[in-house]
């Protein structure tokens, strides 16, 4: 990632939760912040944004210690480079694009009253070209967890089953947003636009990009089609104009493995 910044230039970095593994940070100064943070990503002197997951949130993953994800918002006062001014929140690249952070782990516990009410006003009112929703659980998906809704194949277990998460990005996101960002998948995936609402002309494209660490693979069959998927190691990279969204998947040695571009209007 920082050759490749050096070579063609980032303005920033996102993450896409599950920052802190396996149960999130304890202050903001846990020697976690040094090794999974400030360490790493050494070479790469942009800020990072940053997306709250269920491992952020604690119980090993659970999700159910809401408090831990008030210490990765603190961080941001400790170290400039880490940008986390809510647990949920927008900034802008004006004109080109609006960018709108969820916390679906709220959304999965069904406690999430205020992040709606926010998306509910942030996103009709942005005026940049583009809408570009990031949040830590996917919508779709062909890897282990599945479908938002159907997580993990417990669809009639409630919180676990993600119905909360399904339920806020077609509320707020499907047909509103060009681009929903996910991660909580160890894999890439390009699913493509299968998120809208009826009499909206914006198809949303879902991409997921949680290949960070430990890879996990696919489930066991599609669940829908894809433009693309890949397993192992690594990132997206993304341009954004007036005229076009182009995101390339890259591997951990810097090739590019997958490239899509998304045209406004089109």
């Known amino acids: ?18 920052n802190f593994y396996p149960t999130g940070v304890a202050s903001t100064s846990d020697p976690q912040w040094q090794t999974a943070f400030v360490l790493p990503y050494a070479s790469v002197s942009v800020p ?29 006062k400790v170290n400039p480079k880490w940008r986390m001014p809510g647990t949920h929140y927008r900034f802008s690249e004006p ?29 009709p009112e942005a005026t940049g070209s583009w809408k570009v929703v990031f949040g830590h659980h996917p919508y779709k998906s062909n890897g282990r967890h599945g479908n938002a809704g159907a997580y993990d194949g417990v669809p009639l277990v409630p919180i676990a089953n993600g119905a909360g998460v399904k339920s806020f990005v077609e509320d707020e996101v499907c047909g509103r947003a060009d681009v929903y960002l996910s991660g909580h998948e160890h894999i890439m995936e390009w699913v493509g636009p299968t998120c809208t609402r009826p009499g909206s002309s914006t198809n949303t494209e879902l991409i997921i990009s949680g290949a ?24 997206l990279y993304v341009v954004v104009s007036r005229e076009a969204f182009i995101g390339t998947f890259y591997g951990p040695e810097g090739r590019p493995l997958y490239s899509h571009a998304v045209m406004k209007g089109q």
């Open 1 to 18: 990632m920082g050759a490749l910044c050096k070579a063609q230039g980032c303005d920033f970095v996102v993450l896409l939760g599950d």
């Open 48 to 76: 990072f944004y940053a997306v709250l997951g269920n491992h952020d949130y604690g119980g090993m993953g659970t999700g159910n210690e809401l408090e831990k994800g008030q210490y990765q918002v603190d961080y941001s």
């Open 95 to 123: 004109p080109v694009v609006d960018f709108f952070v969820a916390d679906t782990n709220r959304s999965m516990f069904a406690v999430d009253e205020v992040v709606r009410a926010d998306f509910e006003r942030w996103v």
């Open 212 to 235: 960070g660490a430990n890879p996990t693979g696919f489930g066991p069959s599609a669940r829908h089609e894809d433009r693309w998927r890949g397993e192992g190691l690594g990132f």
